[in-house]
């Protein structure tokens, strides 16, 4: 399974963007989905993932209240809207397919991943 995360760019502190994960190859439908980040000589950390239906969602602490992840299982896409952005949520965003359908925070969960789109906060 082949993602392709995109919808970075610079943006100012307080502002927003939108990132989008798709998948033209495979289905990800019964798989949880998350969303990663990983900041220039830091590990990769855990944003947010939700569930096969969309029903259930996870959030790590520093994002709770500013993101939203979304998704839509029809059109085999997954999305991140980013809002409040703050210079430290620049990073290099990831998503990715989970082995299961429930939301986990666990990166080693992750079977699947795409390239990363480059999202950069100025302040």
């Known amino acids: 399974v082949q993602l392709q995360a995109s919808g970075g760019g610079l943006v100012q502190a307080g502002g927003s963007l939108r990132l989008s994960c798709a998948n033209s190859?495979?289905?990800?439908?019964?798989?949880?989905v998350g969303w990663f980040r990983q900041a220039p000589g830091k590990e990769r950390e855990f944003v947010a993932t939700i569930n096969w239906n969309g029903v259930s969602t996870l959030y790590a602490d520093s994002v709770k209240g500013r993101f939203t992840i979304s998704r839509d299982r029809v059109k085999n896409t997954a999305h991140l809207q980013m809002n409040s952005l703050k210079p430290e949520d620049t990073a290099v965003y990831y998503c990715?397919?989970?082995?299961?359908?429930?939301?986990?925070?666990?990166?080693?969960?992750?079977?699947?991943w795409g390239q990363g789109t480059q999202v950069t906060v100025s302040s």
């Open positions: 990715a397919a989970a082995r299961r359908s429930s939301v986990t925070s666990t990166t080693s969960e992750y079977a699947y």
């Open positions: 190859k495979r289905t990800f439908s019964n798989n949880a």
